[in-house]
Antibody, heavy 120, light 108 residues
Framework: EEQLVESGGGLVQPGGSLRLSCAAS????????MYWVRQAPGKGLVWVSRINGDESSTSYADSVKGRFTISRDSAKNTLFLQMNSLRAEDTAVYYCARVAVTGEGAFDIWGQGTMVTVSS | DIQMTQSPSSLSASVGDRVTITCRASQSVSSYLIWYQQKPGKAPKLLIY???SLQSGVPSRFSGSGSGTDFTLTISSLQPEDFATYYC??????????FGQGTKVEIK
């Protein structure tokens, strides 16, 4: 079964750091673009960052640029999101998602999400 | 960034009803339009990609149409398990893929 499982969320103070992980299984992880997408409580979906299969290309939303870093370890089939200088507005459920090979940019596999709460 | 606007924001419907949700893009996204279903506390689920292609395993009562700036998601006969929030997403403007604000389908 193709699956993504996130971990690493929690409560952190403003200015703090967290590292999210997303473990992939059941598919050839290195063949896919991967995204982080977040959803603030009661709000919609917003893309955060993306990375290609060989880590040669990364992109970030303006709201996190310079503070968040996306990476992946294909040997361990794991995607990461290093989040520094966290702000209250970063509070959200963070999902990792796989971009479908044939789907015109659709996310066909999602993790269950991990909650990040930034509060003093 | 391309803005995606869904209408209505919420609707009430009964089992068996035909339901239509609209998504409008602030500029043309060709057919790079995707629909998801999200239930409370769960991750989104892919329903439709490329505006009208049904994802494998998704019931045929779901259909999508449109191109350019105007798109629709139709549920031909609403079932109890379809009560959820639906989101559209454009993948035309890489890497800034944007989502609509969501349409909540509730039980009448």
């Amino acid at each position: 079964e193709e699956q993504l499982v996130e971990s690493g969320g929690g409560l952190v103070q403003p200015g703090g750091s967290l590292r999210l992980s997303c473990a992939a299984s059941g598919f050839t992880f290195s063949s896919y673009w991967m995204y982080w997408v977040r959803q603030a409580p009661g709000k919609g979906l917003v893309w955060v960052s993306r990375i290609n299969g060989d880590e040669s290309s990364t992109s970030y939303a303006d709201s996190v640029k310079g503070r968040f870093t996306i990476s992946r370890d294909s040997a361990k089939n794991t995607l990461f999101l290093q989040m520094n200088s966290l702000r209250a507005e970063d509070t959200a459920v963070y999902y990792c998602a796989r971009v479908a090979v044939t789907g015109e940019g659709a996310f066909d596999i999602w993790g269950q999400g991990t909650m990040v709460t930034v509060s003093s | 960034d391309i803005q995606m606007t869904q209408s209505p924001s919420s609707l009430s419907a009964s089992v068996g009803d035909r339901v239509t949700i609209t998504c409008r893009a602030s500029q043309s996204v060709s057919s790079y339009l995707i629909w998801y279903q999200q239930k409370p506390g769960k991750a989104p689920k892919l329903l439709i990609y490329a505006a009208s292609s049904l994802q494998s395993g998704v019931p045929s009562r779901f259909s999508g149409s449109g191109s350019g700036t105007d798109f629709t998601l139709t549920i031909s006969s609403l079932q109890p398990e379809d009560f959820a929030t639906y989101y559209c997403q454009q993948s035309y403007s890489t890497p800034t893929w944007t989502f609509g604000q969501g349409t909540k389908v509730e039980i009448k």
